[in-house]
């Protein structure tokens, strides 16, 4: 059973940045997909990164250009930099993992969730 720990987070004003950490107890974190989503009160929850055990990386319109995805695998974490935070931008967002094969944007695939982190971005 694979369990995920998330940290970062919290109120930032709109333009700033924020670091999201995903770790992971499994020790074949190396073969897991990672990914990120994103819920905001009212809507379905949204695909934000994925990144493959390989290191190939997927984002959602609304990361593109403005999040990065990354994982250190002799770490056993996978890390979610945002930058250029809007407030639109305002969720609960979840780490997810999944042995399964790509695609990686539907949370379907993912068996594995964190318990997710409240970003607030002010404006």
């Known amino acids: 059973q694979v369990q995920l720990g998330q940290s970062g987070g919290g109120l930032v004003q709109a333009g700033g940045s924020l670091r999201l950490s995903c770790a992971a107890s499994e020790h074949t974190f190396s073969r897991l997909h990672i990914g990120w989503f994103r819920q905001a009160p009212g809507k379905e929850r949204e695909f934000v990164a994925a990144i493959s055990w390989g290191g190939i990386t997927r984002y959602g319109d609304s990361a593109k250009g403005r999040f990065t995805i990354s994982r250190d695998n002799a770490k056993n974490t996978a890390d979610l930099q945002m930058n250029t935070l809007k407030p639109e931008d305002t969720a609960v967002y979840y780490c997810?993992?999944?042995?399964?094969?790509?695609?990686?944007?539907?949370?379907?695939?993912?068996?594995?969730w964190g318990q997710g982190t409240q970003v607030t971005v002010s404006s």
């Open positions: 997810a993992a999944t042995f399964r094969p790509p695609p990686l944007g539907p949370a379907t695939i993912y068996d594995y």
